[in-house]
């Protein structure tokens, strides 16, 4: 595994392995220990210049070469990541810290991306629309949009990345991609590494490993890209999109969530805490979906609770590698401090601790808080850490309030005896995506996933995906001579 760090830890450019030209590395450590895994001298601004140029150029004939062809390396593509499988899962709990169990969960969203990336190749169609002018055609073709730069994040960076990278190469454009700085490799030059030996064309998929410091807006603001594909935090989403709107470019932005998993008065306790637990506690809470808020009806609360808390307080917090962790380390010591604030200030503010983790380094162990104040800022932001909010409530017209009183609306889930409750339930919330029955946690690759308010704009997956990443055009045929007014 160790030499998959050292190989590809270069730029990605024009078919080409080369180091940054940057004044500074990026040194990529494992979470859990403090290894170094890699250090990679920068993109500079450039290079980044160098990588869309090159995109721009191999763009066009890897769209004409057809679906057919595109569909022929995407087979390969993912062939490869099932052969490879094992060595995969490795470098993901190497850089991400994530558990075994979680890297399996990430291959296996992976794989299915993959898949669905081959069907989108063929998917765009044509049409024929009526004129009301004698003699004309109106022919409607699906074209790709040219390049396209994607910027991924560190929590799931192999699925992040190909999650926008496979359909836009399916669908014939160039691809730019920017990983996060603590995932270079896991969220970029692996799937470098992939495509190229799938037979990927030089210049087709670019690799920039780089950061804001050295090239500010240059990834964004650059003119051949026509869509930015971003995946992260809200607050830098919004940038993103204030740049792309003055330089005309669309834009997809997956960003945060303060997802509420709702445990009505005639929910199977059992099965929700199961549900809770996961969906709250999956990759130490560093998911977009992640349930931070756990409502639970007070007819039930007491029960639930004694049991959530007993959940919890047996998860096994440790090394990623060994088999029974569920919790390892958060990606970095800034958000391990972040997590370890939240609590105290939870504390601060009157809440009750059930379960308090301790903080070593960046192993955060898991935290159970109660009684947050319902003014408390704390219940309206996204952590991203493992720490729940328990919050009882008085019947479904204050659960659907307390749900909804949050800037995001990603994901979100309710508990019920009755399907069909559950289905009036989630109609009422404002949220893209909700779930009857299940965790907060969900990704189907064709199945539009999204977000309102902060939570982002724009779909991806399946069709949803092909309007991110195509463009419509017309092109009308005069069959007859027209008439013209002078």
């Not at 709990?93 to 296996?108: D, I, M, N, S």
């Not at 380094?361 to 909010?389: H, I, K, M, Y």
């Not at 999204?450 to 195509?470: I, M, P, Q």
Request: aromatic share 8%; proline share 5%; charged share 25%.
């Amino acid at each position: 595994m160790s030499s998959w760090f050292s190989d590809l830890a270069q730029q990605y450019i024009d078919g080409e392995w080369r180091p940054g030209s940057g004044s500074w590395d990026i040194i990529d450590f494992n979470p859990y220990d403090g290894e170094k895994l890699a250090s990679i001298t920068i993109a500079t601004v450039d290079e980044v210049d160098q990588a869309y140029r090159a995109a721009a150029r191999a763009q066009r004939e890897w769209a004409e070469a057809g679906a057919f062809a595109r569909q022929a390396v995407l087979e390969k593509a993912l062939r490869l990541v099932e052969e490879r499988e094992a060595e995969i899962a490795e470098v993901i709990v190497a850089e991400t810290g994530g558990t075994r169990g979680k890297a399996a969960f990430e291959l296996h969203l992976a794989k299915q991306m993959l898949r669905e990336a081959v069907g989108v190749a063929t998917r765009p169609e044509g049409r024929i629309v009526p004129s009301p002018a004698d003699g004309k055609e109106n022919r409607l073709y699906r074209v790709p949009v040219g390049v396209v730069g994607v910027i991924s994040p560190f929590n799931v960076p192999f699925f992040l990345s190909l999650k926008s990278v496979a359909p836009a190469l399916a669908l014939g454009n160039g691809v730019v991609l920017k990983p996060h700085q603590d995932t270079p490799v896991t969220g970029g030059t692996l799937l470098a590494k992939i495509f190229e030996d799938a037979g990927l064309p030089a210049g087709v998929l670019n690799v920039v490993v780089t950061d804001i410091a050295e090239i500010g807006d240059a990834f964004i603001e650059h003119p051949v890209p026509k869509v930015i594909s971003f995946t992260g935090s809200d607050k830098v989403g919004r940038h993103v999109a204030t740049v792309c709107a003055s330089h005309f470019k669309r834009t997809v932005l997956e960003m945060g969530g303060n997802s509420a998993l709702v445990v009505l008065d005639d929910a199977d306790i059992d099965y929700a805490v199961d549900a809770a637990v996961f969906s709250r506690y999956v990759h130490q809470g560093q998911v977009c979906m992640a349930a931070n808020r756990v409502l639970v009806d007070r007819s039930v609360a007491e029960e639930f609770t004694e049991k959530f808390v007993a959940r919890v307080k047996g998860l096994k917090a440790g090394d990623p590698r060994d088999p029974e962790t569920v919790i390892g380390p958060v990606i970095n010591s800034s958000q391990a401090e972040s997590i370890t604030g939240v609590v105290e200030q939870a504390v601060a503010e009157g809440a009750t601790a059930l379960v308090r983790g301790t903080t070593r380094e960046n192993l955060v162990e898991p935290s159970v808080l109660t009684d947050v104040p319902a003014d408390s800022s704390l219940l309206r932001q996204e952590v991203f850490g493992p720490v729940a909010f328990l919050v009882p409530f008085d019947g479904e017209e204050e659960a659907v309030r307390l749900v909804n009183d949050t800037p995001y609306g990603l994901s979100g889930a309710v508990h019920t005896a009755d399907v069909e409750r559950g289905v009036r339930f989630a109609q009422r919330i404002d949220t893209g995506m909700f779930h009857v029955n299940d965790g907060t946690v969900h990704d189907e690759p064709q199945v539009p996933f999204g977000g309102e308010k902060s939570s982002g704009v724009g779909r991806l997956n399946g069709e949803s995906t092909v309007d991110a990443f195509t463009s419509l055009k017309w092109i009308s045929v005069q069959h007859v001579r027209s008439r013209f007014p002078f």
